[in-house]
C-alpha cells in the first residue's frame, strides 16, 4: 500500500504542476491580451485623433484654394483690362522668350559640311554668346529659341541639341542663327569676331541683315530649387 503511494505521488506531483503552469499561463495570456486590447484602443484613439486633424487641415486648404483661385481669376481680369499691365506681361514674355518676336537683326548662314573642322556644340555657344555681348534682343538656332537655359549639346556622334530638341538639318545650310538688334553693331561683332575664323576653319559664311522673325521657347520654365524672395 505504502509502496503504491509511492508510486503513485510523483505523476500526481507532475499533473499538479502542470496544471498549476497552465494556469498561471493561462492568467499571464489574459493579462497580455487585456494590455494589447488597451494599447489597440489607444492607438486607435491617436489614429482617430489624427484623422480629424487631417480632415480639418484639408478642409482649410480647400478653403484656402478657393480664396487663391478667386483672386488668380481677379488678377488674370485685371491683367485683361488694364493696357499698362497687360503691356508689362508682354515685355515679360518677350524676356523669358515666351513671346514669338519680329524685328531688324542679322541672319547667319553656316555650312560646315565641306571643312575639316566641322562645328561643336562648343563653337555654336560661342557664336551665340557673341551675338548676346552684341546687343541681340532675341536670337534663334534653327528654328529654336534661345532663352536662358538652352543648352547646345551633342547626343550621340553627331545630333546636336537645342532645348532638348534635335535641331539638324537634312536638307539645305546645316546652320542658320537669326538674331534681332542693332544691325550695324551685330554684323561688325560676329563679322570680326567669328566669321574670319570659321571661314579660316573651312566653313562657308554668309551674313545678311534683314528683318527676322524668332519663334517663342515652346518649353516650360522649371524651378525645382529656386523660390522667389518676397519682400
Request: glycine share 6%; hydrophobic share 45%; no cysteine.
Amino acid at each position: 500500500m505504502q509502496h503504491w503511494k509511492r508510486t503513485l505521488a510523483l505523476p500526481v506531483t507532475l499533473v499538479a504542476i502542470a496544471l498549476g503552469f497552465l494556469i498561471s499561463l493561462q492568467a499571464q495570456t489574459q493579462k497580455n491580451v487585456s494590455a494589447a486590447e488597451q494599447i489597440g484602443a489607444e492607438r486607435m484613439a491617436q489614429m482617430r485623433s489624427v484623422l480629424s486633424n487631417s480632415q480639418t487641415q484639408n478642409t482649410q486648404l480647400q478653403k484656402d484654394n478657393r480664396v487663391l483661385v478667386d483672386q488668380l481669376e481677379k488678377a488674370r481680369k485685371k491683367v485683361g483690362t488694364d493696357p499698362a499691365l497687360l503691356a508689362e506681361l508682354v515685355q515679360l514674355q518677350m524676356l523669358e522668350g515666351t513671346q514669338a518676336v519680329e524685328g531688324p537683326g542679322i541672319q547667319v548662314s553656316i555650312d560646315d559640311r565641306k571643312a575639316p573642322f566641322p562645328l561643336a556644340p562648343d563653337d555654336i555657344a560661342r557664336l551665340i554668346n557673341t551675338l548676346k555681348y552684341a546687343g541681340a534682343e532675341a536670337i534663334s538656332i534653327n528654328g529654336q529659341r534661345v532663352v536662358s537655359s538652352t543648352a547646345i549639346v551633342l547626343s550621340g556622334s553627331s545630333i546636336f541639341l537645342a532645348n532638348t530638341v534635335p535641331i539638324n538639318r537634312v536638307e539645305g545650310i546645316p546652320f542658320e542663327l537669326n538674331a534681332i538688334g542693332d544691325q550695324a553693331t551685330l554684323l561688325d561683332y560676329f563679322s570680326q569676331l567669328e566669321a574670319t575664323v570659321l571661314k579660316q576653319n573651312g566653313s562657308t559664311v554668309s551674313i545678311a541683315r534683314k528683318t527676322v522673325r524668332i519663334p517663342s521657347y515652346k518649353k516650360a520654365y522649371v524651378f525645382k530649387h529656386a523660390k522667389p524672395l518676397i519682400p
